[in-house]
């Protein structure tokens, strides 16, 4: 790996602790950062990076309804952005750390810690807003800008610091004393003005968005009243962004120009806090957990409890009951894929499989788009040996999203149980792409070819893509 590339996947590592390095004078919308850093290689950065947090971070949430709920949130920001052509991707992580972080190539993290610390949906708003604001303004290409003018020893020695204080601050503490102290007292400076900027465009993002634009200024005079509390632990969130009285005044003066505006918070927003709640600790203390919200009436959202309280029997293997829940919850507002999607999976494993199948079928009627349903839904069929039918769906499925790598898994599991190897390497190869292991997805491809088992049309496409892969491969090992 060249120097550069270290050096840029060191500074993004240290973003992901939600950290910003900026310059002093900052042009609007980043025009002076173009130069040094194209916004095709800040994606192809964050691809990257994205691909390892999938496979290797272990706090990396892979609930497809939490997902779909901050990029439902996340993307209606981004139309109300100052780009909103710029491709976005925000992802959960299971981490009690009231946190979120902005990574090259618009790919944003939000804690879970996060989602259940805010009191209502402007304020969890806010803060997308500000980490989008990041993204948008090219914080990360103007640190590279700048890192001419910044040894390197210094530049590695605050990545290093940054990285660890994602979850240590006493190691972040050492890492940040082993740099000069020119060098941090410099990148300290710089990330006070990149916090303002981000305030002050998030500010707008907010307003224009249709949210409470006090979300964000209560969200962080909150956290900073608590800081007393927590003394040496203060939230990794105000480690990684500076927080001071003059920035929430800064808020609170834009506050003064915007007429007040009640905003109610979206039903999904209760359901997905109290699926969270509900992953956490054993079934059995989250099943404790929401059966005394419930009996004792300490929740002003009886519903969201109530779906907490079914994840949680599912998690408990408790499918009579949580079937039972699912059962009142039905149709409320509107109805919602989530609760059709674990009503749907109660019934099945309860022995319902018919009838759990028919309530799959019916749900995506209503939200074809939910991906939940259409993950539940697929794994539904192939374990209770519905292939040629779970076949269709998938291939159905795959036509209208060509870049979901979970439905080429899906659809490998299908090719497979009927016996297709030519096409179920195939689909793993398209799996394999899309996680950025263009290795595995060539030697998938082999493999395809090897099988022999499709006709003259299958194997020219498993050619044909193959030296296509191939291509790229070298074009890739060219030399930079």
């Not at 990029?71 to 009231?98: E, H, K, T």
């Not at 940054?162 to 740099?179: I, K, T």
């Not at 950025?436 to 003259?456: N, R, S, V």
Request: aromatic share 8%; charged share 25%; proline share 3%.
């Amino acid at each position: 790996m060249g120097k550069a590339k270290r050096i840029a996947i060191l500074v993004l590592a240290a973003c992901m602790a939600g950290s910003s390095w900026a310059q002093s004078d900052l042009p609007e919308l980043g025009d002076a950062a173009g130069a040094g850093l194209t916004l095709q290689t800040e994606k192809k950065i964050g691809q990257e990076i994205m691909n390892e947090i999938r496979m290797r971070e272990p706090s990396y949430l892979d609930d497809p309804e939490v997902e779909a709920y901050l990029n439902q949130l996340g993307n209606r920001l981004v139309a109300a952005s100052p780009d909103p052509a710029q491709g976005f991707y925000f992802f959960p992580l299971q981490d009690p750390m009231i946190n979120a972080f902005a990574m090259f190539g618009g790919y944003i993290g939000v804690n879970s810690g996060l989602i259940l610390a805010v009191q209502n949906e402007s304020e969890l708003a806010g803060v997308m807003a500000h980490e989008i604001a990041h993204v948008t303004q090219r914080h990360l290409a103007r640190i590279i800008e700048k890192q001419k003018q910044i040894s390197t020893a210094s530049l590695l020695a605050m990545a290093a610091a940054l990285l660890a204080a994602r979850s240590n601050a006493d190691m972040a503490g050492a890492a940040v004393a082993s740099a000069s102290a020119g060098a941090a007292q410099a990148q300290l400076g710089f990330s006070r003005d990149f916090e303002r900027e981000a305030d002050r465009i998030g500010f707008q993002t907010l307003e224009k968005a249709g949210f409470d634009v006090r979300g964000m200024a209560a969200f962080f005079a909150r956290l900073q009243r608590a800081t007393r509390a927590y003394e040496n632990n203060a939230p990794v969130y105000l480690r990684t962004h500076p927080l001071n009285v003059e920035r929430i005044s800064d808020m609170q003066n834009r506050e003064l120009d915007v007429p007040y505006r009640q905003v109610p918070d979206s039903q999904d927003f209760h359901l997905v806090r109290a699926r969270l709640q509900a992953l956490r600790g054993t079934p059995a203390e989250a099943v404790a957990h929401f059966r005394t919200l419930l009996q004792e009436q300490k929740t002003l959202h009886v519903a969201a409890s109530q779906y907490g309280l079914a994840v949680a029997l599912v998690r408990q293997k408790d499918w009579k009951e949580a079937e039972q829940v699912l059962a009142g919850l039905r149709g409320g507002r509107g109805g919602s894929p989530m609760i059709e999607r674990l009503y749907a999976e109660a019934r099945v494993n309860r022995g319902d499989v018919a009838g759990g199948l028919t309530v799959f079928k019916e749900a995506l009627a209503r939200f074809p788009n939910a991906s939940g349903l259409v993950y539940s839904h697929a794994e539904a069929l192939l374990q209770h040996g519905r292939l040629e039918e779970a076949q269709r769906f998938l291939d159905g499925q795959v036509q209208k999203n060509t870049q979901d790598a979970r439905l080429y898994q899906f659809q490998a599991k299908a090719y497979a149980a009927r016996g297709r190897a030519g096409q179920q390497h195939k689909a793993l190869a398209e799996a394999y792409l899309l996680q950025g292991q263009l290795p595995a997805a060539i030697e998938q491809l082999e493999l395809a070819q090897k099988a022999k088992d499709g006709d003259f049309y299958e194997r020219s496409a498993i050619d044909a893509r193959l030296r296509q892969l191939k291509r790229r491969q070298q074009e890739e090992m060219k030399p930079k």
